[in-house]
């Protein structure tokens, strides 16, 4: 029975990131942190056997996948599909202005309520599941019995750790979601399984910085 693991790479940070502004679909490079932090990544992965790498197509995933790309000898796949959720009018706010002038939406938002679209054009949380789901079974179904990085959102990763546990999208987040950090889902006999999350351990320090930050921190389930 074919194995394929995906390591899905968060893009390193941006200088939005520091600030808690979500940048979702607008096309942010990284700052001078996030290169340093893709080239450990890129060193990191050198190290293993890739045989394939993807990106989404934003900047700061582009250029998170640059050194990487490098390091394995891969040309990455450019798929918009990997991109950050659509937040509408959230787009380029703080969470502080967010909460303070969106009140009932950004509790909504907080909530995690699966049908709610963000005003302005956003996705909903069901949306951008089906979405990320699409794409990671896509990725899979490309590359049987193989392991493939893909670089990626914070947002995704979120999607991907519920995919790989089972778990419902109105569930609090309970793991991190780290800048250049490699997360591991596996894809063996039609069934998800996570190999491994937030690994850090190529970096100094990273951020989490989704929906408002991080929600606690427990292991993922088996």
């Known amino acids: 029975?074919?194995?394929?693991?995906?390591?899905?790479?968060?893009?390193?940070?941006?200088?939005w990131n520091r600030a808690r502004r979500i940048q979702g679909s607008i096309d942010i490079p990284l700052s001078p942190v996030g290169e340093a932090q893709a080239l450990a990544a890129a060193r990191r992965l050198a190290a293993e056997r890739i045989d394939a790498l993807?990106?989404?197509?934003?900047?700061?995933?582009?250029?998170?996948?640059e050194p990487i790309a490098q390091a394995l000898g891969l040309t990455p796949i450019v798929d918009a599909r990997l991109r950050e959720r659509m937040y509408g009018d959230f787009e380029g706010r703080d969470h502080d202005t967010l909460a303070r002038d969106f009140a009932e939406?950004?509790?909504?938002?907080?909530?995690?309520?699966p049908a709610f679209a963000l005003p302005g054009g956003g996705e909903s949380l069901a949306v951008f599941h089906a979405r990320s789901h699409e794409v990671l079974s896509d990725i899979a179904r490309r590359h049987p019995g193989q392991r493939v990085a893909i670089v990626t959102h914070g947002g995704v990763l979120d999607n991907a750790w519920r995919i790989g546990a089972g778990l419902?999208?109105?569930?609090?987040?309970?793991?991190e979601m780290l800048n250049a950090s490699l997360n591991r889902i596996r894809l063996e006999g039609g069934r998800w399984s996570i190999v491994g999350w937030a690994d850090v351990a190529h970096l100094d320090a990273s951020l989490d910085e989704v929906d408002g930050g991080p929600a606690g921190r427990i292991p993922p389930p088996a």
């Open 168 to 175: 419902p999208l109105d569930l609090p987040r309970r793991v």
């Open 54 to 65: 993807w990106s989404s197509d934003l900047s700061r995933a582009r250029q998170t996948a």
């Open 105 to 113: 939406a950004y509790a909504r938002l907080r909530s995690r309520d």
């Open 1 to 15: 029975m074919s194995s394929t693991e995906l390591i899905l790479v968060r893009h390193g940070e941006t200088a």
